[in-house]
């Protein structure tokens, strides 16, 4: 079974700065991994999905990579700002459709 | 216009009482799902339907019932609440085919049971 797990936890890093979140997965066998946001007492905004043949997609200041065969995918974020702050989510799709989500990193970006 | 919605977004409840949420999508999506978000913020598939049929059925309580009377809805009716099933249940749904399997994600509904 497919196992997702997101490192760290929670990072909290002063404005300005360039942040890498991580995720990894034991079953790389998957069609697509797709990062989401999620604001306090929100739902889950998507940010960027990564078909499982290509290595990246970029979107503004986010920039997500994908490697298959290691098992993992990282979102950068450059020029962190405080409207960043939320909880980000990786999720890997499987046959039949299934998500499978990670644990989260929480961020919160310091004026 | 809003894709993936939900209602209602909190539902307090009492123990033992029969509740439902309802969500709908207007992006002509073929599979929904429903998950459940427990208070430590992991997301669970419970249930995904496509096309109307049921494709995954977690091990979830039988007092959890999907309904989908369409491809557009996907409804969730829970009998008999209990305390450990007051989370946020979030409806998602994804497209036909492998590249346009980007997941959409209602607004979620907070339940409370008391």
């Known amino acids: 079974k497919q196992e997702v797990t997101q490192i760290p936890a929670a990072l909290s890093v002063p404005e300005g700065e360039n942040l890498v979140l991580n995720c990894s997965f034991t079953?790389?066998?998957?069609?697509?991994l797709q990062w989401f946001r999620q604001d306090p007492g929100k739902g889950l905004t998507s940010l960027l999905l990564?078909?499982?043949?290509?290595r990246e997609q970029t979107s503004g200041r986010l920039n997500a990579s994908l490697d298959k065969s290691s098992g993992r995918s990282t979102l950068y974020i450059a020029a962190s700002q405080p409207g960043d702050s939320a909880t980000y989510l990786c999720a890997a799709l499987h046959t039949g459709n299934q998500f499978y989500f990670g644990t989260g990193t929480s961020l919160t970006v310091i004026p | 216009d809003t894709a993936v919605s939900q209602t209602p977004k909190y539902l307090v409840t009492q123990m033992g009482n029969d509740k439902s949420i309802k969500c709908e999508q207007n992006?002509?999506?073929?599979?929904m799902y429903w998950y459940k978000q427990d208070s430590k913020k992991f997301l669970k598939i419970m249930f995904s339907?496509?096309?109307?049929?049921?494709?995954i059925n977690e091990t979830v309580p039988n007092r959890f019932s999907p309904k989908s009377p369409d491809k557009a809805h996907l409804n969730l009716h829970i009998n008999s609440l209990e305390l450990g099933d007051s989370a946020v249940y979030f409806c998602?749904?994804?497209?036909?085919?492998?590249?346009?399997?980007?997941?959409?994600f209602g607004q979620g509904t907070r339940l409370t049971v008391v």
């Open positions: 339907y496509n096309n109307k049929e049921l494709i």
């Open positions: 992006l002509g999506h073929d599979t």
């Open positions: 079953d790389s066998a998957i069609y697509n």
């Open positions: 998602a749904s994804t497209g036909v085919g492998r590249r346009h399997t980007e997941a959409f």
């Open positions: 990564i078909q499982s043949s290509q």
